[in-house]
């Protein structure tokens, strides 16, 4: 019998209106251990390549991992994974939450779902039983109603719900999936996919607990964390003033995200940053399951911009995509703009970079207020912004167009608009300018599921001898190294650290409880899988698997076609940010194409192809992905 996990995972095929159950070997789970990496598993094992991403041969993968919902901070998360709508490439998300406890106690480790179902329904999953029931009632409807509605039908108000919501429906290509309303595995289109399949909803229940392989051992971890967690100081800032508390930082360093990467200073930070939140429309502060960080934030705004505290808050992504980027001052408007997005299953980044595009591209005349519906959309437009987030979310008028994601719009437009396209491999950019902190390059270019800030740590957690690169040393991150570098130093610091957070996605684990940037020491965490498992693991086969996971999800993408000519950057990025702003920096593009081949070559990959060898699909145990000669 497993300890810490089920070793099921249940099959839908929505098609035909069937269940299976998987019950992949202890060598699976030990090999890929959820998340991430067991989702690319079955997408590589059992899906062919080429498929239409919204189409029904297109697996739906909902994953926890083998220590997701252990009673330790920051093991809440699940991923969401499939062949993206908005790239082609490897579709990921995490989220955070309840909902992926929720489902270990009701039996289950993971879902695949294949297939369409004729009509809409959704998945009631309840103490290792599952059930296909009908959703007519609510299709359509706000996340909040649908939530309430199927609390409602199955008689329990603690049923926690994820779902793709109206904009999933109508398919927008970065429509996200939300759990509690709030949590969302937000990028590359995973609610699409779900909308494609109708399927609105996936409702779980368990009273199951979770067996652990030594009990004393996990209660000693969790005390211990807590106790790091009040001394551990950017956790203390997320319990403050959540994410919103990078906006001041950011800005004062030149790199906040203004006006479509045009500046990295905006003069309406204060007003919309993490301190004014606090002062002013923050009611309440939560957190995920057994967490003690409470960095998520629940607003309430009452007049001409309203929010209801329901839907949370807008974290720091959402302030900047929707803000500064937009050129908008106003944060109960930015409020608004979360709830909207929250309400109706969008994407906050893909939003705001949509709508920003279409604001440069109005300021140069490349749009006309008659092309987009009668909305002036400049820069500062709050109004113009909150009308085309609804737009969007329901393929109106010039939000069907922005529904495409900001590639396809920019080839719909033409007129020189693809240049104002802030986008790799079709996904819109996070906020954050790699022109200030130029890892994030490597970061961004070679993420599998498109321009991605959490593929690994940033440069600024390791400019000094500081509490973060400590808590890195054991990963063999070893020394400092400056913002601007980007030569063999910090090549090898990336892969590091890029292993340590793909480790952390396929096992579920929240980049803000864990080393380096908080608490949850690396080692630690070892040690946690030990006590909740009972294997007899270490950080060495965690960093493998975080290694493992990077080249399979490239394997992937290789796959269904894509190469290292993928692996580019936005022209405006090797410009430098307006004439003003303090740290000008321009990233060189010899430098970067010289990082991408060092990385290459660091990840036992092809130089030139960026295609891993087959020595070191060996080493990895991914011998079965060597194409056949």
Not at 232 to 246: H, I, R, S, V
Not at 310 to 339: R, V
Not at 362 to 390: H, S, Y
Request: glycine residues 10%.
């Amino acid at each position: 019998m497993p300890t810490g996990y089920n070793g099921k995972i249940l099959n839908v095929n929505l098609t035909e209106g069937t269940f299976t159950e998987d019950t992949p070997a202890e060598i699976v789970y030990r090999m890929y251990m959820g998340g991430s990496a067991l989702s690319l598993y079955y997408l590589l094992k059992e899906q062919k390549p080429g498929v239409d991403p919204l189409g029904p041969e297109n697996k739906l993968i909902f994953m926890s991992s083998v220590i997701s919902g252990a009673p330790l901070a920051g093991l809440t998360r699940y991923t969401v994974a499939s062949r993206s709508p908005l790239t082609g490439a490897f579709g990921e998300a995490e989220a955070g939450g309840f909902w992926g406890p929720e489902l270990k106690m009701a039996g289950f480790d993971g879902v695949i779902i294949e297939g369409r179902s004729p009509q809409p329904v959704y998945l009631w999953i309840k103490d290792g039983k599952a059930e296909i029931r009908d959703a007519a009632k609510i299709w359509g409807k706000d996340t909040g109603e649908a939530e309430r509605l199927i609390r409602e039908e199955l008689g329990d108000n603690r049923i926690r719900v994820a779902q793709c919501g109206p904009a999933g429906e109508k398919m927008v290509r970065y429509a996200c999936v939300v759990n509690e309303l709030k949590h969302a595995n937000g990028r590359t289109g995973m609610g699409a996919v779900m909308g494609s399949k109708n399927l609105r909803a996936i409702a779980v229940r368990g009273a199951e607990r979770l067996t652990l392989a030594n009990p004393e051992k996990v209660r000693e971890i969790g005390k211990k964390v807590v106790e790091l967690i009040k001394e551990a100081p950017l956790a203390q800032n997320f319990k403050k003033y959540g994410t919103p508390f990078f906006v001041l930082p950011l800005n004062t360093s030149g790199i906040l995200p203004t006006r479509n990467f045009q500046a990295g200073q905006f003069a309406g930070a204060e007003a919309i940053s993490g301190e004014t939140m606090t002062d002013t429309i923050l009611v309440k502060t939560e957190g995920c399951y057994a967490c003690a960080v409470q960095c998520k934030r629940a607003v309430k705004v009452e007049g001409k911009y309203s929010a209801s505290p329901e839907y949370g808050g807008p974290e720091y992504e959402t302030i900047a995509s929707l803000g500064s980027f937009c050129g908008i001052d106003n944060l109960a408007a930015i409020a608004q703009g979360n709830e909207m997005c929250n309400r109706w299953g969008l994407d906050t980044i893909s939003t705001g970079v949509c709508i920003a595009f279409a604001m440069e591209c109005t300021e140069l005349g490349i749009l006309t207020p008659q092309e987009t519906d009668g909305i002036n959309l400049r820069f500062g437009n709050v109004d113009g912004m909150l009308e085309m987030i609804r737009k969007i979310a329901f393929r109106e008028g010039f939000g069907d167009i922005l529904a495409e994601g900001v590639q396809r719009a920019a080839q719909k437009i033409g007129k020189g608009s693809e240049k104002y396209a802030m986008h790799i491999k079709g996904q819109e950019l996070p906020m954050h300018d790699p022109r200030g902190k130029h890892g994030l390059t490597l970061s961004y270019a070679i993420s599998p599921t498109g321009a991605d800030h959490i593929e690994a740590p940033h440069d600024t957690s390791f400019l000094t001898d500081n509490l973060m690169l400590k808590a890195a040393k054991p990963a063999a991150v070893l020394e400092p190294t400056t913002a601007f570098e980007l030569g063999p130093r910090k090549i090898r610091q990336f892969v590091h650290t890029q292993q340590i957070w793909n480790f952390f996605n396929s096992l579920g684990v929240c980049n803000f409880a864990a080393a380096p940037y908080t608490a949850f020491p690396l080692v630690t965490l070892a040690e946690a899988v030990e006590a909740v498992t009972g294997w007899n693991t270490s950080l060495y086969e965690l960093m493998e698997l975080g290694e493992r996971t990077i080249t399979m999800a490239r394997m992937f993408n290789i796959r269904e076609g894509l190469s290292s000519k993928d692996d580019y950057l936005p022209e405006r990025l090797f410009e430098s940010l307006e004439k003003g702003t303090p740290r000008e920096k321009r990233i060189a593009k010899e430098i970067f194409a010289e990082a991408l081949r060092l990385y290459y070559q660091a990840m036992g990959w092809d130089a030139q192809s960026g295609v891993p060898t087959d020595g070191r699909l060996s080493f990895l145990g991914l011998d079965w992905l060597i194409p056949k000669k």
